[in-house]
């Protein structure tokens, strides 16, 4: 009986034990019954990575540096044509434009054999209306003064000199042409047309202080004149001009002193030096300022 009890007993035990591993294997720890849950990571810091890469690319051309800019070779040559980045026009407009230029120099003349020349100065003014970039019609006065000897004498040698004042006054009309347009800083030029000088001949101040008052031999030449010469421009304006003018003579006419036939010693010189200088050539280097408008 006693044994029997105990095997019972062993059993009870042995299905007790069973009993709670079985419950043991459903008892909820917090995952068995429900899915995990899983966190997501978050796109802040993608996104933030995406804004910096994209604002860099995007960033402004004006906020980044740019290189100086270095001026042409053909600035020195040309002049701007385009508005500047003040808004001011510097293309030129089109149409007439007037030309004002003063100018001085020397004078003299050119093959003449009977005098000795030593050119004083010469001054004068031209007037022109630009018709085109390279073309231009103008008009010009000029005023010389050249001093001469009394005429050579082949046998004796040349007599003194700087012993008459030769006093030329020229008017002048023709045209002139560039080769090199407006926007060009050094334009070279050629040009052609006639002219009318009314020169007078005299003692000069030293031997008319001498002699007392005479007068004049006057001489009237009309001439064809050419000339080269070049612009170079300081603005679009104003510009620097250098020109050498040679005066031909087309034909003269004098008018003598007062009994000239009969005329001796100083002044029989002064009618033979005025009889070669009214058939002499004359030229005429110069340099000037002119102005545009």
């Given at each position: 009986m006693v044994q029997f009890l105990g095997v019972i007993a062993a059993l009870l035990l042995i299905s007790f034990h069973g009993a709670n591993s079985a419950q043991a294997e459903t008892w909820d720890l917090g995952y068995t019954n429900s899915s995990p849950e899983v966190e997501e990571i978050p796109d802040t810091i993608s996104d933030e990575k995406a804004n910096i890469i994209e604002t860099a690319d995007l960033a402004p051309e004006e906020d980044?540096?740019?290189?100086?800019?270095?001026?042409?070779?053909?600035?020195?040559?040309?002049?701007?044509?385009?508005?500047?980045?003040f808004g001011v026009e510097t293309v030129e407009k089109p149409g007439l434009k007037l030309f004002l230029s003063p100018f001085a120099g020397l004078s003299s003349i050119l093959g003449n054999g009977t005098v000795d020349v030593t050119p004083q100065y010469a001054f004068g003014g031209k007037v022109g209306l630009l018709i085109s970039d390279n073309m231009m019609v103008e008009g010009g006065y000029t005023y010389s003064l050249i001093n001469t000897s009394a005429p050579i004498n082949f046998l004796m040698g040349s007599a003194s000199t700087n012993m008459f004042d030769l006093k030329q006054n020229s008017f002048d009309a023709g045209a002139k042409f560039f080769f090199l347009g407006r926007e060009s800083r050094f334009r070279p030029f050629i040009g052609g047309g006639l002219a009318f000088s009314n020169s007078t001949l005299n003692f000069t101040p030293t031997y008319s202080s001498m002699l007392g008052m005479t007068d004049d031999y006057?001489?009237?030449?009309?001439?064809?004149?050419?000339?080269?010469?070049?612009?170079?421009?300081?603005?679009?304006?104003?510009?620097?001009?250098?020109?050498?003018?040679?005066?031909?003579?087309?034909?003269?006419?004098?008018q003598s002193i007062k009994n000239a036939s009969s005329a001796t010693g100083l002044e029989a010189n002064k009618v033979q030096a005025g009889e070669s200088l009214s058939r002499s050539a004359s030229y005429t280097g110069s340099v000037g300022v002119g102005v545009y408008f």
């Open positions: 980044q540096e740019k290189p100086p800019i270095r001026p042409s070779s053909s600035s020195i040559t040309k002049i701007s044509t385009a508005q500047n980045t006057k001489i009237k030449q009309f001439q064809g004149i050419g000339q080269l010469g070049a612009e170079i421009a300081i603005t679009r304006g104003i510009v620097a001009t250098a020109a050498f003018r040679f005066n031909g003579i087309l034909s003269s006419s004098v």
